[in-house]
């Protein structure tokens, strides 16, 4: 499950089309509760863009309950939605946290499918996935599955709000579900900002409540005080749960009929109340009242991070599309282009980025939110900065509402509806199930931008703006340079912050400012029109060689300096493309040097791009300039009208860009930037930090953060000025076109594009090293037998994280899907037994991993938790040897059922340009060029049998002469748990504790017990890597033509 922060910032790509609608019942009549005829009423149609080809009815239910019903016939997932209008707002005070346990429970059985794993399992062995979520006002479950299990799956999913068990043993092990998962989050510096934002709110707001929950809200402060957690859950549930706050959508293959005939027969069934929305909200009020404003919170962060946000609360409109103003302003204030306070922060080297938006925490509250990432010169001048911040407003103010930029907005954003990707089914459903909370059903699918019937309306931005002043403000600053200087202790994530009222001088400052003052910059002032916008749509006429091989891409041009593939697409067909261009050059990722010259240079040039690049975004036209390991990657998608042109102006910037030329702190600030990064990746999750580990292990080159940061010193202006002029001097470019292109113009954007290097000077590099710069990285290869292990302590997070993996080998069509086999087999079983039952941790999973874009395969089972990564690692020994006993014993039915759980899950088309071009790139990039992998993985899969299976999992898993297996432990340092985080004892009947002293069996040192299994220690990974043996690179799976 997951807790998420309610967070929604209103950015263009927003729905602003409007189509007819069957108004069977208007979005102005209140929706009746049907509480005699026991029928249900039908809503209308969705309004949708053109190019949708799926169909939409809305329903209401005669419990109260509104549906959503989507019909896809070509769909190859089905899947379902359920929101429900209560969140943690509305926690019990002595049961912080109720909300999202009580989320944790719904799913582990009902009264017609009792077994706690019933409703996953289905999930699983239908190709599916399952989760949930809570936010501060709403909850919601969600679930994909295959289309021919819908109907099931359907009948499984309302039983669980029909009936749900909440049993007495599931209650105990999910409370710790929830403190590993409290712990996941304590270091994650986001939200600890955003809990002491919530916190310093009015006194007993109910935002201000701790909202994931932990042992001690739901577990030791209630018994402290004779309270029962179970008796509470049911309170709870019988308070809220109720059908009329619910909100239903589901997607599948079937008709509308049929879609709504199996929703009646098992939803109407769901219990109601007589609870309103009213009664669920209270009197629900800003968070901020006149004794918050006028303050600022300083925030110490555990990591490497300097931000700063003005918050301002402003009138709550639950219907935000209605907003005319606050479109209109995020965008004013928000665009990067010249004139922009983003521009203008930039370069002055006070702010990387500016964002702006509306921000809803929660329904009855609206935020207008400025943050910004600062520099080390920024947080040095900040009182500065937010006057500019205010100079800005006042410019904008002054100059009054633009008709003209509204209907530029208003524009782009029709285009964008119009022409919109397709979404995925679980994330439309989950879309439209929280969408229905507020908003009219028959708008749903627009609901995140501005009503198309709505009006310009000049008073309402001018009264908005009119709420953007310093006494309707409070500041939040966060910087490690805070660390040591706090005075305040949040109590649930031990967040340390200072709360202090603005200087009366200082708000005078700011809010005295006007255009005609001394110092008000002259770099302040309205955008121009776009540029970027696009004005032709059509479809270019099709070539009949993409016509007949949608996967395949043709290889246009194939010399020493030019790699050029290109596909036409013929699968979504619409006015938009995708180019990829790699600069490779064999000094990309040479030294620890290089990687940081390449990642600085990368970050350089985004920098110098933002002023036209923002306006290219809001026009559609998305661009990212990446260090990948083999050189500078240009990537440049959306509307092809002006890509072409767009793609040409980012290239002359990356030839033509100069470094520190009179301006040394630009060089500072990207050095800082780089070194943040560095930093910070020591300081990213377990999981995450297991992941890099293992990667550095297998690949054979991978430079370690130390490295890095060591090499740091070395980064100077005139190592970057010789790094640029040797990196340009020869190349070799890789370029990936997809869309709407014909092949000549592919290839004479090429040539326009080459021909500004070759008249810089640039060669193509030495034929020997062609194929070099392409190939993917060679990856360790374990020896049989190998069984190592690799031990990292972690200095910032409390948790653990322990992956076990087991290396297969080169990438091939039958290893694939028989790791693929085993770890959808393992999918539900694992969950349920180390993650539900065992309570090892929060994240479990097991799944086929790859290196160097999957050129080997492996499998990995990792657990992220609080427990001592010996222990785990065996409990995982434990489960595999049962899990073996389960192949054992499988039934031929079985079997098929998970084979076609497999072909269900591969045989989901990519949705979206971005998703095809991944799909393509990968194949390119590891030089297999298998671009009909999907009907070669399906037909191989067709052939492999459950002895396959069984032979599959002995070799490569269980017999320790024939595997090859490696594990990752990652813990935290002894100071960490003793101090920062102490890892809290259960009370009585809570499992296994959490101590210290358990973890460690009482030992002075942590995690010092011997392995269970006896591994051979890697105590340097460079001495252990020169004693292994490279895999060769995997041999095309079609030859290059």
């Not at 807790?3 to 910032?9: A, G, H, V």
């Not at 939605?81 to 999202?100: C, E, K, Q, R």
């Not at 300097?306 to 409109?317: A, G, M, T």
Request: net charge negative; with cysteine; glycine share 6%.
């Amino acid at each position: 499950m997951v807790f998420t922060q309610n967070i929604l910032f209103i950015f263009l790509t927003t729905a602003l089309f409007h189509f007819s609608m069957c108004n069977l019942i208007s979005e102005n009549e209140i929706i009746p509760q049907n509480e005699t005829t026991g029928e249900s009423i039908l809503l209308g149609e969705i309004s949708k863009p053109p190019l949708d080809r799926r169909t939409y009815l809305g329903v209401l239910l005669p419990n109260g309950m509104k549906v959503i019903l989507v019909s896809d016939p070509n769909t190859t997932k089905a899947a379902a939605a359920l929101s429900v209008s209560v969140g943690s707002i509305n926690d019990p005070d002595d049961f912080l946290g109720m909300a999202h346990f009580l989320e944790h429970m719904l799913f582990l059985g009902s009264q017609k499918y009792r077994d706690e794993n019933s409703f996953h399992k289905f999930i699983s062995e239908h190709g599916g996935y399952s989760n949930a979520a809570t936010q501060s006002d709403k909850t919601y479950y969600y679930y994909r599955v295959s289309p021919l299990a819908l109907e099931e799956s359907l009948d499984r999913f309302a039983h669980l709000f029909i009936s749900p068990l909440f049993t007495e043993t599931a209650l105990e092990r999910e409370v710790l579900a929830v403190e590993s998962e409290h712990q996941k989050y304590i270091s994650d510096d986001w939200r600890r900002i955003e809990r002491v934002i919530a916190q310093t709110g009015k006194p007993g707001h109910p935002f201000g409540r701790y909202r994931t929950g932990s042992l001690e809200t739901l577990w030791t402060h209630p018994k402290s005080i004779g309270l029962n957690i179970r008796d509470a859950l049911l309170d709870f549930h019988l308070t809220y749960y109720s059908s009329q706050l619910m909100n239903l959508a589901v997607i599948g293959a079937q008709s509308l009929d049929e879609l709504q005939l199996l929703v009646e027969k098992v939803f109407v069934n769901v219990p109601q109340s007589n609870i309103t929305l009213e009664d669920v909200d209270g009197s629900m009020t800003q968070l901020y009242g006149r004794d918050e404003l006028e303050e600022r919170i300083d925030v110490a962060p555990l990591g490497n991070l300097r931000s700063l946000q003005l918050i301002f609360p402003i009138d709550y409109v639950p219907e935000y599309y209605k907003n005319t103003a606050l479109g209109y302003l995020s965008h004013l204030l928000g665009q990067e282009g010249p004139g922009s306070l983003s521009a203008f922060l930039k370069k002055r080297h006070f702010a990387e980025s500016v964002t702006v938006g509306g921000f809803l925490p929660s329904r009855g509250m609206t935020f207008f939110k400025i943050r910004l990432a600062l520099t080390q010169e920024g947080f040095r001048n900040l009182n500065q900065v937010v006057k500019h911040i205010f100079q800005c407003i006042t410019m904008i103010r002054e100059k009054g509402p633009q008709l003209w930029f509204w209907e530029e907005v208003r524009a782009m954003s029709m285009m964008h509806f119009r022409f919109r990707d397709e979404l995925y089914p679980i994330d439309l459903v989950t879309k439209l199930a929280t969408n229905m909370i507020v908003y009219p059903v028959q708008k749903v699918l627009y609901a995140n931008g501005i009503d198309p019937d709505l009006k310009y309306n000049a008073t309402s931005i001018d009264h908005t703006l009119g709420l953007l002043t310093p006494r309707n403000c409070r500041l939040v600053v966060a910087s490690s340079e805070l660390q040591n200087t706090t005075t305040h202790k949040e109590h649930h994530f031990g967040v340390e912050y200072n709360r202090v009222k603005i200087d009366e001088d200082l708000l005078q400052e700011w809010e005295n400012v006007t255009l005609n003052d001394i110092d008000f910059p002259s770099d302040f002032y309205l955008p121009e029109p776009n540029e970027f916008i696009a004005s032709k749509f059509d479809l270019k006429p099709r070539d009949n060689q993409s016509l007949d091989d949608t996967f395949t891409p043709r290889l246009l041009m194939d010399t020493t300096f030019t790699q050029l593939w290109y596909l036409q697409d013929n699968m979504f067909l619409l006015p938009k493309a995708s180019v990829t261009v790699e600069l490779l050059s064999p000094m990309a990722y040479g030294d620890p040097l290089k990687a940081n010259l390449l990642l600085l240079w990368s970050k350089l040039i985004t920098h110098s791009l933002a002023e036209f690049q923002y306006s290219a975004s809001l026009a559609g036209i998305h661009s990212d300039v990446a260090a990948m390991e083999g050189g500078i990657q240009l990537t440049v998608k959306g509307f092809d009208h002006k890509l072409g042109a767009f793609l040409e102006k980012i290239l002359t910037r990356i030839l033509t860009f100069s470094v520190g030329e009179g301006d040394d702190q630009s060089f500072a600030a990207g050095k800082d930037a780089v070194l943040d990064i560095i930093v910070n990746t020591g300081q990213s999750q377990p999981h995450e930090m297991a992941d890099r580990v293992i990667r550095q292990l297998f690949l054979e080159t991978r430079w370690t953060p130390g490295d890095l940061l060591d090499a740091m010193e070395d980064v100077k202006i005139s190592t970057m000025r010789s790094f640029i002029k040797e990196y340009l001097d020869r190349l070799k470019f890789r370029w990936m076109f997809y869309g709407n292109f014909e092949p000549e113009e592919c290839v004479k954007i090429v040539q326009d594009c080459e021909a500004l290097f070759i008249l810089n000077g640039t060669r193509s590099i030495f034929s020997s090293q062609a194929k070099t710069v392409l190939a993917p990285q060679r990856v360790i290869q374990l020896p049989e037998g190998a069984n190592f292990l690799h031990r990292v302590e972690q200095s910032s997070h409390s948790s653990s994280c322990t992956v076990v993996l087991f290396q297969i080998g080169l990438d091939s069509s039958r290893s694939s899907m028989l790791i693929q086999l085993v770890s959808r087999v393992m999918h539900s079983p694992i969950f349920d037994q180390l993650r539900t039952k065992e309570q090892l941790g929060y994240t479990v999973w097991a799944d086929d991993f790859g290196v160097a874009y999957y050129s080997t395969v492996s499998l990995r089972i990792l657990v992220q938790g609080s427990r001592d990564p010996t222990y785990v690692e065996g409990r995982i020994n434990n489960f595999l040897a049962d899990f073996e006993n389960v192949l054992a014993n499988m039934t031929e039915k079985e079997f098929l059922r998970h084979r076609k759980s497999i072909s269900n899950i591969r045989s989901n088309p990519p949705k979206t340009m971005t998703d095809k071009v991944a799909t393509i790139t990968r194949e390119i990039y590891s030089q297999r060029f298998n671009f009909h992998r999907l009907q070669v993985d399906l037909e191989t899969l067709e052939g492999i049998g459950l002895a396959d299976l069984r032979q599959f999992f002995t070799e490569h898993i269980s017999n320790p002469k024939t595997r090859r297996r490696l594990a990752v432990h990652v813990f935290p340092s002894v100071s960490l748990i003793n101090s920062t985080f102490p890892l809290t004892t259960p009370s009585d009947g809570m499992g296994v504790a959490y101590s210290v002293s358990n973890i460690t069996g009482g030992n002075d040192n942590l995690f010092t017990a011997q392995n269970e299994i006896m591994a051979d220690l890697i105590e340097d990974i460079v001495s252990w890597k020169q004693t292994m043996h490279l895999f060769p690179n995997s041999n095309p799976f079609n030859p290059l033509n």
